[in-house]
């Protein structure tokens, strides 16, 4: 059985308060500790490395005691082993790629240091620039020297600080893609702060939602993602559509819920009878022109285009159905049907794509 990383602390600031409490396998995967600024990941993130000191609860690490407030223990930064990676890299500007890669590596021999810094620039694909200033180099160069060194060190944890916001959107993109293939070499566990949806997603397997300094859902990502535990982490990870409504009947193991005067039958997650809060993802939603009538599905809502915004590759469309609902589509889809704003259209849903949570 792997060893886990018990985080049960709280820290105080001023008019606020930071709160964690939860259990990480010590495998070679990627937790996620998700939500808007001032939530309180970074915090959390920084109480695991060892810069700043909880004021209550503790942290293990295996069966090692890192931070207790009872026992009164703290380990030092150094003594934990782990590697924190910084917003802003925090490289050396007057040193080589080489040196910054190697920096402080003091607790080892000479060779076994340089063979670990061949090691990083091999990886990292650096070897035409170790010797480059590093006020000479791209964003995407600055971000992959500030990974080789913090892996030089040979961590047991990686934590990452927003690794990818001080990135242009190409190179987020690009670099999202390369990140883990990167790290899976290193096979150590990873956590990851970010308020990005899509580097959530692309990156992790376990999602923390934290709000306000508390943890609002802890869980496998694409079940955070698609099953949110109330309307609050519904608005935080990103499912556009959330709407008050009422659960009229259970039948075969679905819900038969009313939204504005309009049935619509989900899945039943064992919620009874009465209000309830109803989630569906734009992605979800099928759009048809209003005339076709070869849909076999049962969720269907007839409406009428309300706006049209260009999203990249995608286009969102909001319908009012009676009540506004967005949803997405190719931007190849909205020429064939040609859609703008007035046009009518049969929007439909799956049943296992409609989420009920309490109200």
């Given amino acids: 059985m792997a060893e886990k990383l018990l985080i049960d602390i709280q820290k105080d600031f001023p008019g606020r308060q930071v709160s964690i409490q939860t259990e990480l396998e010590l495998t070679p995967s990627w937790t996620v500790l998700f939500g808007p600024s001032g939530a309180g990941k970074s915090t959390v993130l920084r109480c695991l490395a060892g810069l700043e000191t909880p004021d209550d609860g503790e942290i293990c690490f295996g069966n090692e005691i890192w931070y207790s407030k009872n026992q009164k223990t703290c380990v030092t930064p150094q003594q934990r082993g782990t590697g924190f990676f910084f917003q802003d890299y925090a490289l050396f500007p007057h040193l080589s790629v080489k040196k910054n890669i190697g920096y402080n590596l003091t607790e080892i021999s000479k060779d076994e240091k340089n063979k670990r810094i061949a090691?990083?620039?091999d990886i990292f694909d650096l070897s035409k620039l170790e010797n480059r200033n590093i006020q000479s180099l791209s964003g995407?160069?600055?971000?992959?020297?500030a990974l080789a060194r913090t892996l030089c060190r040979h961590?047991?944890?990686l934590l990452l600080d927003e690794p990818l916001s001080a990135l242009d959107n190409p190179s987020r993109i690009r670099l999202r893609k390369e990140l883990r293939d990167l790290l899976r070499q290193f096979k150590i566990p990873v956590i990851l702060v970010t308020h990005d949806r899509t580097e959530a997603l692309s990156l992790g397997d376990r999602m923390i939602v934290m709000n306000h300094g508390t943890v609002l859902q802890d869980g496998p990502i694409a079940e955070v993602f698609s099953?949110?535990?109330?309307?609050?982490t519904a608005g935080i990870v990103g499912m556009e559509n959330v709407f008050p409504g009422s659960i009229r009947e259970k039948?075969?193991?679905l819900?038969?819920?009313e939204i504005n005067d309009n049935l619509l039958e989900a899945a039943n997650f064992g919620l009874d009878t009465g209000p309830v809060m109803v989630g569906i993802r734009a992605e979800d939603i099928v759009i048809r022109l209003a005339r076709e009538t070869n849909s076999s599905a049962r969720n269907q809502l007839r409406g009428t285009i309300e706006a049209v915004v260009l999203e990249e590759s995608l286009v969102r469309l909001t319908v009012n159905c009676g009540f506004s609902i967005d949803a997405l589509i190719t931007r190849e889809s909205k020429e064939e049907m040609k859609l703008d704003v007035s046009r009518e259209v049969t929007l439909s849903v799956k049943a296992t794509a409609i989420h009920l949570f309490p109200h």
């Fill in 251 to 253: 039948k075969d193991g």
């Fill in 155 to 157: 961590p047991r944890l």
């Fill in 227 to 232: 099953k949110p535990n109330q309307k609050t």
């Fill in 119 to 121: 090691r990083m620039v």
């Fill in 255 to 257: 819900a038969i819920v």
């Fill in 140 to 145: 995407g160069e600055k971000q992959r020297v």
